[in-house]
């Protein structure tokens, strides 16, 4: 028989002492460590609906659902639970993840189990949308618009889209596109359009 090694000698001497390493979950209440990856939960006030963690997510665990009628066009996403990997993609690669808070984060919550799937969702709140002004698709979220616009910073003005969505968010250009047509600036330019329409108004003559 050998003799057991220093170091094997050293831990159950310490495990003697000072009790397991394992905690006694569930009779005591667990808490993970700081950097722990539990349930992911959306920030309203952080989440600019860009929908960059659903496309990141490699279990498509996240729902993104863009209802556009008549009266309103607004997104939503919701986070699966019970589909997570809990790999950290959507926290991780979050537009807004270096802002406070942040649109997606990990929380130490990890006693997820439950019967009914259906509250088995992080949601966030619905996000209204901002539609081009000719085709009328789905551009993006007005958060993610306004976002862009204050990172970018006087660099936001070389861009129709985001200069007349910001200052319409202000109240400022309600009648921009029509008022450009007393200037010589083209007003089938001077909207808030999709890539597609913008590309097509940049190779057409006026």
Request: proline share 6%.
């Given at each position: 028989?050998?003799?057991?090694?220093?170091?094997?000698?050293?831990?159950?001497?310490?495990?003697?002492?000072?009790?397991?390493?394992?905690?006694?979950?569930?009779?005591?209440?667990?808490?993970?460590?700081?950097?722990?990856?539990?349930?992911?939960?959306?920030?309203?006030?952080g989440c600019v609906a860009c929908a960059a963690c659903a496309l990141v997510c490699p279990a498509r665990?996240?729902?993104?659902s863009d209802v556009v009628t008549k009266d309103k066009a607004v997104r939503k996403k919701m986070l699966?639970?019970?589909?997570?990997?809990?790999?950290?993609?959507?926290?991780?690669?979050?537009?807004?993840?270096?802002?406070?808070?942040?649109?997606?984060?990990?929380?130490?919550?990890?006693?997820?189990?439950?019967?009914?799937?259906?509250?088995?969702?992080?949601?966030?709140?619905?996000?209204?949308?901002?539609?081009?002004?000719?085709?009328?698709?789905?551009?993006?979220?007005?958060?993610?618009?306004?976002?862009?616009?204050?990172?970018?910073?006087?660099?936001?003005?070389?861009?129709?889209?985001?200069?007349?969505?910001?200052?319409?968010?202000?109240?400022?250009?309600?009648?921009?596109?029509?008022?450009?047509?007393?200037?010589?600036?083209?007003?089938?330019?001077?909207?808030?359009?999709?890539?597609?329409?913008?590309?097509?108004?940049?190779?057409?003559?006026?």
């Amino acid at each position: 028989m050998k003799y057991p090694k220093l170091r094997e000698l050293k831990e159950a001497i310490t495990a003697l002492i000072k009790g397991p390493y394992t905690s006694d979950y569930p009779r005591k209440a667990h808490q993970p460590p700081e950097r722990f990856r539990g349930k992911p939960e959306y920030s309203n006030d952080g989440c600019v609906a860009c929908a960059a963690c659903a496309l990141v997510c490699p279990a498509r665990a996240i729902e993104v659902s863009d209802v556009v009628t008549k009266d309103k066009a607004v997104r939503k996403k919701m986070l699966h639970l019970d589909e997570c990997h809990y790999c950290g993609q959507c926290s991780a690669l979050c537009t807004t993840r270096e802002d406070i808070p942040p649109g997606i984060k990990h929380t130490t919550e990890f006693d997820l189990a439950g019967f009914d799937r259906a509250s088995m969702v992080s949601a966030t709140d619905e996000k209204e949308l901002v539609l081009c002004e000719i085709c009328r698709d789905v551009i993006t979220a007005k958060a993610h618009l306004a976002w862009i616009a204050k990172k970018l910073g006087s660099l936001a003005f070389s861009n129709p889209t985001l200069f007349i969505s910001s200052l319409k968010n202000m109240g400022f250009a309600d009648d921009v596109p029509q008022a450009a047509k007393d200037y010589v600036l083209r007003p089938d330019r001077i909207k808030i359009l999709c890539s597609k329409c913008r590309r097509k108004t940049t190779i057409e003559r006026y």
